[in-house]
């Protein structure tokens, strides 16, 4: 049963984007460094490490953990092991701003896929928080100028993010929807995040052994690469996915849909922080874009 958007719900869930703003700067950054899937098998390998002295166990033979083994391989799938490749993938062969672009299609996944698979109604209220809500992302992306959106170009690489953005919806929804078989280790965030890690190294651990055999797949370490994982590791993983698992089961998928749309805005603001531009107005009427559209799809979920 979903509580509503309480402020603990929305601390919940600003914190996922602003850590996944910071995951597509570092994993734009570190690109050259090594190959995305790659990539994503270290960074989780290191989460792992961090996680397992909190929830080893639920690795346990005995652990409730295991005769769920097919529902957890499908959260995985859907997360660690697909979306994060996608996206790492995709900040190889698009650009950033596209990337961010056609990752504003989350929240009408979101409602899309709760209507097709999981039977959920969607209002118009909602399609109207959408609309709105996208309305602040492409604000953001054109920096207050509508020639900088008409010349955007949607490459191959762009697919990538939709797929991801769907795989992101679909593990989004059956958080939403538990077991009651899995009441145990949901109760501790940290147990039911590392069962989806030990999935998600399998899915990873395959995704990369493909890259290295058919790709020219590439590691070149380094201090800067070293520090890069140890961030993405600590604050787009471990800090982020439990955030927004308890996020999610508090506001409900298609309200939370929304709040990853604040994602861009924070990757602007931080971008003006580290390079030094002061932020827009443009920044703040997006800011109030956003923030109405995911007030109004929550009305709904209210």
């Known amino acids: 049963m979903h509580k509503g958007l309480t402020p603990t719900a929305i601390a919940l869930l600003v914190i996922p984007p602003l850590m996944w703003s910071g995951n597509a700067v570092v994993g734009r950054l ?77 929240p009408v996944w979101m409602l899309l896929i709760g209507r097709l698979f999981f039977k959920v109604a969607v209002t118009r209220r909602q399609l109207l928080g959408a609309a709105l809500s996208m309305a602040g992302v492409v604000l953001v992306l ?21 797929l991801a953005s769907v795989a992101w919806a679909f593990y989004s929804w059956l958080l ?75 506001a409900g998928p298609a309200v939370a849909g929304f709040f990853i749309n ?3 805005l924070f990757t602007a603001l931080l971008s003006s922080l580290f390079l030094g531009e002061p932020p827009r107005l443009y920044h703040g009427v997006a800011f109030v874009l956003i923030v109405t559209g995911i007030l109004l799809s929550s009305s709904k979920a209210r």
């Not at 957890?72 to 997360?79: E, G, I, K, P, R």
């Not at 920096?143 to 993010?161: A, K």
């Not at 989806?196 to 990873?204: A, D, K, N, R, Y």
């Open 30 to 106: 570190v690109a050259p460094m090594v190959s995305p899937m790659t990539l994503n098998l270290l960074r989780w390998s290191i989460a792992l490490l961090l996680l397992l002295p909190l929830a080893g166990a639920v690795l346990r033979p005995g652990s409730s953990l295991w005769p769920q083994w097919r529902r957890f391989a499908w959260l995985s799938l859907f997360s660690i092991g697909g979306y994060n490749a996608l996206l790492y993938l995709a900040l190889n062969t698009s650009t950033a701003i596209n990337v961010t672009l056609v990752g504003a299609s989350t």
């Open 142 to 162: 054109g920096r207050g100028d509508w020639e900088v959106i008409t010349q955007l170009r949607l490459v191959p690489g762009d697919l990538y993010v939709l």
């Open 176 to 250: 939403a929807h538990p077991t009651p078989e899995s009441a145990t280790i949901r109760a501790d965030w940290a147990q039911f995040l590392l069962g989806q890690m030990v999935f998600g190294l399998g899915w990873s651990a395959l995704f990369t052994a493909g890259e290295w055999a058919l790709t020219p797949a590439h590691i070149d370490w380094s201090w800067p690469l070293a520090a890069a994982l140890a961030f993405i590791a600590v604050g787009p993983a471990v800090i982020a996915y439990g955030s927004w698992g308890a996020g999610v089961s508090r």
């Open 262 to 264: 604040l994602t861009p």
